[in-house]
């Protein structure tokens, strides 16, 4: 919240912060943040099931990110499988290797790993296999014609055949109409994020 331009975008200052490698701390800074509240959460009688925070590129690739998880986990008290680790599919294709390592780490310690914005990146379907992932988020791009165009709602279709045959679970961004989600529904998608459900809001409001 600029005090002279008001709400900025993430959109806007995420870049900069990556580019500064200020993401690495300020990463580090919201993961604990959003496990605290998840628990607060949770003491106070709200039944969250989890709590997905995104991750980025720097960060992922950090020498110290799985030991910095581990760390928040045992500092705030939240459950391994409380925790989603969003990352995209870019992020898991800059480097295989690293990646399948990370996201092996990731899953020895119970943590949930989400591929997002999935079929805008360029990932190989051989490796898509490989990953021990356990989400996969269909980009919006996908949904917002959903109701409208057969091609969309081919590949929406075929997303989430695809990834229950491989045994992960699928959310869909950027429901935006009640259409929408009825169609996912008879799709059998899993879950859904969106403005049909609800914008982003500050804590108080939440």
């Known amino acids: ?21 200020l993401i690495v701390p300020i990463g580090q800074w919201v993961l604990e943040e959003a496990c605290r509240k998840f628990m607060e959460w949770r003491e106070q009688g709200i039944a969250l099931q989890r709590i997905a925070v995104n991750v980025s590129a720097r960060q992922f690739r950090n020498d110290d990110f799985l030991s910095v998880v581990k760390d928040i986990i045992f500092r705030t008290g939240i459950r391994p499988e409380q925790l989603e680790l969003e990352l995209t ?13 990370t996201l092996r780490g990731l899953r020895a310690a119970g943590v949930k790993t989400a591929i ?33 165009s057969s091609d969309d709602a081919a590949i929406v279709q075929g997303i989430i055949s695809m990834a229950h045959h491989l045994g992960l679970s699928v959310v869909a961004e950027g ?14 998608c899993d879950g859904f994020q969106g403005f049909g459900l609800a914008r982003p809001m500050p804590l108080a409001e939440l």
């Open 1 to 21: 919240n600029h005090p002279t331009r008001g709400m900025l975008s993430p959109g806007l200052f995420v870049p900069i912060i990556e580019d500064t490698g």
């Open 89 to 101: 599919e870019s992020i898991l294709m800059e480097d295989v290797e690293l990646a399948m390592e």
């Open 116 to 148: 997002d914005d999935f079929g805008t990146g360029y990932s190989s379907l051989n490796y898509l296999k490989q990953f021990p992932v356990d989400t996969l988020k269909i980009d919006r791009s996908f949904i917002h014609e959903l109701t409208n």
């Open 175 to 188: 429901v935006e109409t009640h259409e929408q989600h009825q169609r996912l529904l008879s799709y059998h």
